[in-house]
């Protein structure tokens, strides 16, 4: 499927661990066209929470971020919630995995996947 899509001014950042993490498991995955997908969803103890997972699909509307080999996409509504923010990646004894540093977040919860 062809789209019209542009890339857009930078939405979201990749920290250096995080861009290097997930162009990995884009590799894993040896499929053609893998983007990572960031989006916001009503739900969460605080509101609203992050969802992240690999697409192949592009819609017109979304703002795509290339980070290296790294293509990331979100879709016009989560954009608004993730303008400014910095995804992470941590490998340590108590903090491993992603985070999402976001400016837009006026408070969240101790899991760290929820915002308001």
């Known amino acids: 499927m062809t789209t019209t899509e542009h890339p857009t001014q930078q939405l979201i950042a990749l920290g250096s661990e995080a861009e290097t993490k997930i162009a990995q498991l884009l590799a894993d995955e040896q499929e053609e066209n893998l983007s990572l997908r960031v989006a916001v969803r009503a739900g969460g103890c605080s509101g609203f929470s992050y969802e992240m997972f690999f697409d192949t699909e592009s819609n017109p509307d979304d703002h795509v971020t290339v980070s290296g080999p790294v293509t990331v996409r979100v879709d016009s509504a989560s954009a608004v919630h993730l303008a400014g923010a910095t995804l992470n990646y941590s490998d340590g004894l108590q903090d491993t995995g992603f985070s999402i540093d976001n400016p837009?977040?006026?408070?969240?919860?101790?899991?760290?996947?929820?915002?308001?």
């Open 104 to 116: 837009n977040a006026q408070s969240s919860c101790g899991c760290g996947q929820s915002f308001s």
